[in-house]
């Protein structure tokens, strides 16, 4: 199983229809009973529409560059997203955030929940 600090890909539902989603990364920030707790991830920069993104209710935290990557790409998270992800739903781990990163970004998830 997952654990706090990973991130594994898994299957992402859109927020406008749960029917309908991607396979995408998500950084696994903790449990709630049977279930792992995540936020989404993205290699899109959003620093550059910002303040429309706030807008619209979606805040991002940069996480940088990692081994979750191969194209060597910055990424970010979606801090004011939390989802719920079932562990068997979990197809691979991509790789372990440094303690340092993973603190900043619980840190940006209590700023915006």
Not at 40 to 45: E, I, V, Y
Not at 80 to 103: G, K, N, S, T, W
């Amino acid at each position: 199983m997952a654990d706090p600090g990973e991130i594994v890909w898994t299957w992402v539902p859109f927020e406008e229809d749960f029917g309908k989603g991607k396979d995408r990364p998500v950084l696994i920030v903790g449990r709630d009973g049977p279930w792992l707790l995540a936020v989404p991830m993205t290699s899109k920069d959003h620093d550059r529409d910002a303040r429309q993104e706030a807008a619209e209710g979606r805040f991002w935290h940069d996480l940088g560059s990692g081994p979750w990557d191969a194209a060597g790409r910055p990424s970010e998270v979606r801090v004011d997203r939390i989802i719920r992800v079932d562990p068997r739903a979990v197809r691979r781990i991509a790789a372990r955030l440094d303690r340092a990163r993973f603190a900043a970004v619980a840190e940006a998830i209590r700023q915006h929940w």
